[in-house]
Every structure is written in structure tokens, then in C-alpha cells.
């Protein structure tokens, strides 16, 4: 009966007791976790554990470390922790990605060289005789180009 009132007050998942992977006789809370491994490593001098590498919590011997860098839900820092210097931090920069939005300024830039050519074009456009259907206007700026471009040649 005291087992079955002990399951009531159960505590949940999130406070489930760890075992040390020191001593399995060390029970701890996840959130104690950290501070007593700091503590039980020095009794443990001549133990082979080592730390996970994308989570100091975890500790496993040489020969289990391999497996469970497999599996360690912490697996998305690896790159992180390969290239620390590389990377950036984990939040976003966002003044980064406003940089992008000037971009287009570079696709076409203001002061390009003088161009003749376009110049005497865009002269050509204001000449087209106002009022006349699209059509006709785009026949003429063609036609005048044309001209252009045979004057041009001399
Ligand atoms: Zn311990
Ligand atoms: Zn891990």
C-alpha cells in the first residue's frame, strides 16, 4: 500500500533521478546533475569516463562515448563545436541580413559610364509624336533606331 500512495506523489518526468554514471548508487535531479559531477570526478580519479562533447552532462565510459555521439540529442551543435571560431554565434545576426536588402544598388549602378547610343535614344522617345496609338509609337522609336544606328556606322 505505501508503494501504490508513493506512485500518487510521483514527481514528474522533467525531476526523473539520473543515475551518476560515476557511482550508480548516486541518484540526482537532471538540474543537480552538472554540479555533482564536477564533485564525484575527483573521487574518481582513475575512472576512463568522458564528457560528451556537445554536453558536459553527459558521461559515458571511452567505449560507450562513441555510441552515444550518435545518438546525443545535443548532436545539433556539432558543427558548433568542431569550428567555434567559424561560425557564428547561435542567435541570428539580424543587421546581417539587412545588409542583404542592398543588393539590387549594385546589380545596376547609378553613375554608369556615358552611353551615346542610349542617350540619343531617349531623345529619339521624347520626339514620338504625342496621341498616336502604342502600336504606332513603338514603330517609330523602332524606326528611329534604326536610323540611329545606320548613322551611327559613320
Ligand atoms: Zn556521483
Ligand atoms: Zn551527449
Known amino acids: 500500500m505505501m508503494s501504490k500512495n508513493k506512485l500518487k506523489v510521483a514527481p514528474p518526468s522533467t525531476e526523473t533521478y539520473i543515475a551518476c554514471p560515476y ?28 564528457h560528451c562533447p556537445f554536453n558536459n552532462t553527459h558521461i559515458y565510459s571511452v567505449t560507450d562515448i562513441q555510441t552515444h555521439i550518435g545518438v546525443c540529442p545535443n548532436r545539433a551543435h556539432l558543427e558548433r563545436y568542431i569550428h567555434p571560431d567559424k561560425l557564428p554565434p547561435a542567435e541570428p545576426r539580424a543587421m546581417e541580413f539587412n545588409i542583404e536588402s542592398t543588393e539590387d544598388w549594385d546589380a545596376e ?3 554608369e559610364s556615358y552611353n551615346p547610343q542610349a542617350y540619343c535614344e531617349s531623345n529619339f522617345v521624347i520626339r514620338n509624336p504625342q496621341g498616336a496609338p502604342p502600336s504606332a509609337r513603338r514603330e517609330f522609336r523602332e524606326r528611329e533606331r534604326r536610323r540611329f544606328q545606320e548613322h551611327s556606322k559613320f
Open 23 to 50: 557511482d550508480s548508487a548516486h541518484r540526482l535531479l537532471p538540474t543537480r546533475l552538472a554540479w555533482h559531477l564536477t564533485r564525484c570526478a575527483r573521487n574518481h580519479p582513475g575512472s576512463k569516463m568522458v
Open 109 to 111: 549602378p547609378p553613375v
